[in-house]
């Protein structure tokens, strides 16, 4: 089966690096290439990778009709345009969801969004802990891949460096991978506005009961979040300055200015998640806390003071 990845970010780039090294035909395309093709090496986004021999820079989109398993990897806000412009070259094919995060506009995760504008593709969502220079460098990683009868998929993306475990929770598992970013960043604030580990651990627990609510009403099973999507991806992405909606909540939390240019999908994830808390009627305060904190609604101190003086109540 022939692989293509479309949008050569950090980890685009990443997937395709691994997913030749095992000598598989891959093709990458770039909205904007720049000298990718000429360099063998993507010094904006991933410098110091080189490119196997066997992953070629795709010189235009249309290039992709001949892959049967073709891999997003633009960023979330982009991906519904992305879809409805190319819609044309992605029928009948395997469509591979790698971004995180909830569509701010409709409200809906990938899959979803894959199933609106493709009815004839098999949509399939991979997520779970991993930074994209971890995976290029050939370290360790594990991964969750759902995917309705996903067994040849599985077999076709795993890699000597990306360990693949099966899922058939599309839902579930696009749920874990978008809100553990909302939580990161919730965390990030907390240790930049020096609030503490202690209450760094109190944000993930209670943001993992929130990703719990959210999941159930939009129908995931019960325990995908425990997984690697969910829990994998919470421990990772709240604990590392690697990851780019921790340091931007550090950032923030710490009043330094905030990254700029880089992709944080957790903030505008942390909008519509909380537009959807507030139609649903569920609790899920710290997203609605960082909302209020990026909006500037609230100081962070304000918003401590709000979590801390909610109802007391069961865990
Ligand atoms: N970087 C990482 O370690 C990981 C990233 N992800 C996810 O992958 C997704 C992409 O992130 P990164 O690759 O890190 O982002 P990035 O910031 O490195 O690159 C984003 C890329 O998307 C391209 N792009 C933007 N709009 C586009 C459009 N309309 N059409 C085509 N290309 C477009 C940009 O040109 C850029 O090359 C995000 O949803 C992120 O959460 C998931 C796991 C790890
Ligand atoms: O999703 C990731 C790790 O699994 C990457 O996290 P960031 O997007 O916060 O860098």
Redesign the pocket.
Known sequence: MSISV?????????LAISLAQDGRAVGLW???PGDMASARENTR??PGFAFPDSLTVLEKIEDVQTSDIILL????Q?LA??LAENATLFQDKTLVA????VDLQSGLGPAEIIQRSCPSATPAIL?GP????DIAAGLPTALTLACEDGEALQAALSTKNIRLYRSSDLIGVEIG?ALK?VVAIACGIAIGAGLGESARAALMTRGYAEMQRYAALKGANSDTLSGLSGFGDLTLTCSSAKS?NYSFGLALGHGDPLPEG??V?GRATAKAVSNFAQSANIEMPIAQMVVAVLDKQLTIGQAVESLLSRPLKEE
């Open positions: 479309l949008g050569a970010g950090a980890f685009g780039t990443a770039a909205r904007d986004r991933l990897a633009v960023p979330m982009k345009g992305f790698c971004c995180k995060g997520s991993s930074f994209a220079v991978g970013n780019r880089t992709t999908e």
